[in-house]
């Protein structure tokens, strides 16, 4: 088993930054794609970011594409998730997660608890 747990998360104003990370123990978090997903009060969950198990390729939804940016320390079996130019729309509950590259779900075994980002206009 791969527990995670997020931190960072907090109530900052539009335009603001904000760094979340995410530590994980139980096995080496270099066997697994790592990434963070998101969800909204009233709204289905959706991906946020991915990155693959070296870290050498990364993805994004489109709507953070250009203000958000994933990066891991396989040495200190962390994930990150940089977050610039904060949108109200940001707001939500941000999950990490660990499993297999991709968008969907489906391709992450392990979830974190949440950390919650509130963004005021």
């Known amino acids: 088993q791969v527990q995670l747990v997020e931190s960072g998360g907090g109530e900052v104003q539009a335009g603001d930054s904000l760094t979340l990370s995410c530590a994980a123990s139980?096995?080496?978090?270099?066997?697994?794609?790592m990434g963070w997903f998101r969800q909204a009060p009233g709204k289905e969950r959706e991906f946020v970011a991915t990155t693959s198990r070296s870290g050498s390729h990364t993805a994004y939804q489109d709507s953070v594409k250009g203000r958000f940016t994933i990066s891991r320390d396989n040495t200190k079996n962390a994930v990150y998730l940089q977050m610039n130019s904060l949108e109200p729309e940001d707001t939500a509950i941000y999950y990490c997660v660990a499993g297999t590259y991709g968008y969907r779900s489906e391709n992450y075994e392990f979830w974190g608890q949440g950390t919650q980002v509130t963004v005021s206009s």
């Open positions: 139980g096995r080496t978090v270099s066997w697994f794609a």
